[in-house]
């Protein structure tokens, strides 16, 4: 059985920083496995803000983290880990991690792991970020 444990959430000063872990054990079959983080404020949707795939480190980032945040892991089964910087109030969230086998396809032309919720099988329970001003 697939599981994942998000750590690192927590409070913090506008322009400071967190670093989110998350654990992944289970696996039985690692290939062609995508990791990506997600957020979420009551009331809205799902927004997936960064992705990995590991076997070669391309990443994605959405507008609204890109150049503050950094996702990294070694391989599939590693942990992974979103490392965010310089943060905003707006970044208050519940953080979650997924994987998922199937989560691969285009995106400007290269192939990418893509932010979207509906093509990752595993998710962790979520870490609960606060950014005050």
């Known amino acids: 059985q697939v599981k994942l444990l998000e750590s690192g959430g927590g409070s913090a000063q506008a322009g400071g920083s967190l670093r989110l872990s998350c654990v992944v054990s289970?696996?039985?079959?690692?290939?062609?496995?995508?990791t990506a983080w997600f957020r979420q404020v009551p009331g809205k949707e799902r927004e997936g803000v960064a992705t990995?795939?590991?076997?070669?480190?391309?990443?994605y980032y959405s507008d609204s983290v890109g150049g503050r945040f950094s996702i990294s892991q070694d391989n599939a089964k590693a942990p992974a880990y979103l490392q965010m910087d310089n943060l905003k109030p707006e970044d208050t969230a519940t953080y979650y991690c997924?994987?998922?086998?199937?989560?691969?396809?285009?995106?400007?032309?290269?192939?990418?792991?893509?932010?979207?919720?509906?093509?990752?099988?595993?998710w962790g329970q979520g870490t609960q970020v606060t950014v005050s001003s």
């Open positions: 289970g696996f039985t079959s690692s290939s062609s496995i995508c």
């Open positions: 990995i795939y590991p076997f070669n480190g391309r990443t």
């Open positions: 997924a994987t998922g086998h199937h989560a691969g396809g285009a995106y400007d032309g290269v192939w990418t792991c893509l932010p979207d919720q509906r093509k990752y099988d595993y």
